[in-house]
């Protein structure tokens, strides 16, 4: 499903002759395809699922936001605009983001269906978490959450 989304915005980026939405997009593609190739070597020949591609996506927003705070420190506005851009693009393909005290209502929810009690659980809290909320959360902050409920 994603796949065609992003089949279908560069088809109109490049009608409208949208030039930051036609490289980023170009960019996500090929860092799909690299990843569909590595699957392949491991026996996977229909590539990524959603779920893969939508943490390629994440992790693609959260190099962009570093590299913004690296280019404010080392004063190029310029660049770090664009990299803002380029965020706008990649999280049209992203599911809404939950807030986060929404994160930490949700973290609360897994421990205790889990029955967690020690850092020991954290392991399988963050899996539970993962394929419950995949795409939606920053496991990032997720994490604290369930270090500081759970230590």
Do not use: W
């Not at 020949?45 to 404010?72: F, H, N, W």
């Amino acid at each position: 499903m994603l796949r065609s989304q992003l089949s279908d915005a560069l088809k109109k980026a490049v009608l409208a002759k949208d030039t930051v939405t036609v490289t980023t997009v170009r960019l996500i593609i090929a860092a799909l395809k690299d990843r569909d190739i590595a699957a392949r070597g491991e026996g996977n020949q229909d590539g990524i699922p959603d779920e893969e591609i939508l943490a390629l996506l994440q992790a693609m927003v959260k190099q962009r936001r570093e590299s913004i705070e690296m280019y404010t420190k080392g004063n190029r506005a310029d660049l770090a605009d664009q990299e803002a851009s380029e965020i706008v693009v990649i999280e049209k393909f992203l599911p809404k983001q939950m807030s986060d005290a929404e994160i930490e209502a949700a973290v609360r929810g897994v421990v205790a269906d889990l029955g967690a009690t020690c850092l020991k659980d954290m392991g399988r809290t963050m899996a539970a978490l993962r394929d419950k909320f995949g795409g939606q959360m920053d496991f990032g902050k997720a994490g604290g959450v369930a270090k500081k409920l759970l230590g």
